[in-house]
């Protein structure tokens, strides 16, 4: 048993992240995101996934990068190249 460092609830199957020095204990991923998980610096969500970096800023995507003024990122799907990559995953499926 352990309480979780962001709701307080105690639960038997809490678990522990270690980030650097500091070990956080969570009840569940919900209250780990909400600790952990940095901020998009354009729209304020939670990046969860690898998001997209640039200047010591955080982003969710490239759209919001660029809508910040970071101008050297692309999004799968973005552009010639990105498409290509789409229409060879759908013809693997098939
Ligand atoms: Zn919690
Ligand atoms: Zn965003």
């Known amino acids: 048993m352990a309480i979780c460092d962001v ?3 105690e639960y038997d199957k809490s678990f ?3 980030r650097g020095p500091v070990t956080y204990t969570f009840d569940c991923f ?3 995101i909400h600790r ?4 998009c610096a354009h729209c304020a969500c939670r ?3 690898h998001g997209v ?4 800023q955080i982003y ?3 759209n919001c990068a660029r809508k910040q003024g ?24 098939l």
């Open 60 to 62: 969710c995507c490239a």
């Open 70 to 93: 970071v101008t050297d990122v692309a999004d799968r799907g973005d552009g010639p190249s990105g498409l290509g990559e789409i229409g060879r995953a759908a013809g693997q499926g």
């Open 47 to 49: 990046v969860i996934g």
């Open 36 to 39: 952990l998980a940095p901020q």
């Open 16 to 18: 522990e992240i270690r």
């Open 30 to 32: 919900e209250c780990a």
């Open 53 to 56: 970096e640039s200047e010591g």
């Open 7 to 9: 709701c307080g609830n």
